[in-house]
């Protein structure tokens, strides 16, 4: 079983930045999908980006339109940790931003929207003010 943690969350202003992180609290993953997500009370879950982690040179990465040029997804192989850059913050990005891991690769093939990971975080929270 393993454990996410999410780290980096906050409260800023409009067209404000932050770096969230994620990082195995005990096991290593080793060779999975990683994606990140957001959800705000009363909404469905949306996918936000994901990255493989198979060793494959270049990375599969995804981003969700509603993201692409402002977020980025990147990960330290070697510490096992991953990030998400959110830059030019809406206040339509507020939400409970979380990560996932999970070793079906398939989940990180481009255009792959699917939100059904096994492993979660417990979320870090994202607030953008006007």
């Known amino acids: 079983h393993f454990q996410l943690v999410e780290s980096g969350g906050g409260s800023v202003q409009t067209g404000g930045s932050l770096t969230l992180s994620c990082a195995s609290a005990?096991?290593?993953?080793?060779?999975?999908?990683v994606g990140w997500f957001r959800q705000v009370a009363g909404k469905e879950r949306e996918r936000v980006a994901s990255?493989?982690?198979?060793?494959?040179?270049?990375?599969?990465?995804n981003y969700a339109d509603s993201v692409k040029g402002r977020f980025a997804i990147s990960k330290d192989k070697s510490k096992e940790i991953w990030y998400l850059q959110l830059d030019s913050l809406k206040p339509e990005d507020t939400a409970m931003y979380y990560c996932?891991?999970?070793?079906?690769?398939?989940?990180?093939?481009?255009?792959?929207?699917?939100?059904?990971?096994?492993?979660w975080g417990q979320g870090t929270q994202v607030t953008v003010s006007s």
């Open positions: 996932a891991a999970d070793f079906d690769w398939r989940k990180c093939y481009s255009g792959s929207t699917t939100t059904a990971f096994d492993y």
């Open positions: 005990r096991d290593a993953l080793g060779s999975v999908c």
């Open positions: 990255i493989d982690n198979d060793g494959s040179s270049p990375d599969t990465i």
